[in-house]
């Protein structure tokens, strides 16, 4: 269950009553708490629609690729929305607030992003509309 939004690629999720921070795999969404530096383009739009794909009390699916935390201790996973199945780090690329990002080994759904990604791309969507460059 979602407990908090983070920003546009960061979730704390209750997994069996502990909290955990969880970084959306496959997806890089542009800063917005980065420390003495102002928030990058489109990224307070993308934490907004975050929030809005993943109110409180959201019921999730952690997806888990081969490695499972990163170097800050974040669980790494993709999450499905349960009352609709919604791929949700998907749906964050293709409509254009984050850009696609690949770490090995944890490229599951790689090829599925970088076509979301230049699908939003085409449709000059979100980010790729906003931001210059």
Known sequence: MVERVVDGDTVDIRIDGTEERVR?????????????????CYGSEASTY??????????????RDTVGRDHYGRLLGYIHRLDDD??????????????????????????TFATAARL??????????????
Do not use: M
Not at 87 to 111: M, S
């Open 50 to 63: 975050t929030e809005a794909l993943l109110p409180v009390g959201t019921r999730v699916r952690l997806e």
């Open 86 to 111: 919604l791929f949700v780090n998907y749906d964050i690329l293709r409509q254009g607030y984050a850009q696609p990002l690949t770490i090995d080994p944890n490229t599951i759904h790689a090829a």
């Open 120 to 133: 939003a791309e085409a449709d000059n969507l979100g980010l790729w509309a906003a931001c210059a460059g």
């Open 24 to 40: 959306l795999i496959g997806i890089d969404t542009p800063e917005t708490q980065k420390l003495d530096s102002p928030a990058e």
